[in-house]
């Protein structure tokens, strides 16, 4: 079914699109999403490598780098397949009293 893979690619373009603008991804997308990365998998549709090789070229397309640029070479070992590494920046933070 190339609908589902066309799918996942919607949904890592918005994510990561929404990611590099600042904002945060809601959590039920990103599970739903894993949720089709598995499904293509299992159903055969897709393998592991060729899963990752998509999602990695998504998140290029919208930071210009690849993951593990980002979150270094053994990215998957925090994010096995198919957890997706869709995290927003970290806020600033400031102390709020000089202790």
Partial sequence: MVELITELQLRW?????????GDDVPPALRL???GMMEAAQLSGQATVPE???SMNERYHHAFGRRIDED???D???FYPFPQIPAVGK?????????D
């Fill in 13 to 21: 373009d918005q994510m990561f699109a929404s990611l590099a603008a």
């Fill in 32 to 34: 739903r999403t894993e």
């Fill in 51 to 53: 899963l990752l090789a």
């Fill in 71 to 73: 979150f270094g070479e």
């Fill in 75 to 77: 990215w998957q070992d």
């Fill in 90 to 98: 970290r806020a600033p933070v400031y102390p709020s009293t000089a």
